[in-house]
């Protein structure tokens, strides 16, 4: 599992999570991977 460190933002009346640059790059690399594993399954 990944760590992260997320900062959680309120702006008229939405909410907004931030996180570092390299943490997202590395959330869509998993996603990324994961996609293509199922396509593999497919």
């Known amino acids: ?19 570092p640059s390299e943490e997202f790059t590395t959330i869509q690399k998993l996603l990324e991977n994961l996609e293509k594993l199922e396509a593999k399954k497919s």
Not at 1 to 19: A, R
């Open 1 to 19: 599992m990944i760590e992260l460190y997320p900062q959680f933002l309120t702006k008229n009346g939405q909410e907004f999570v931030l996180l």
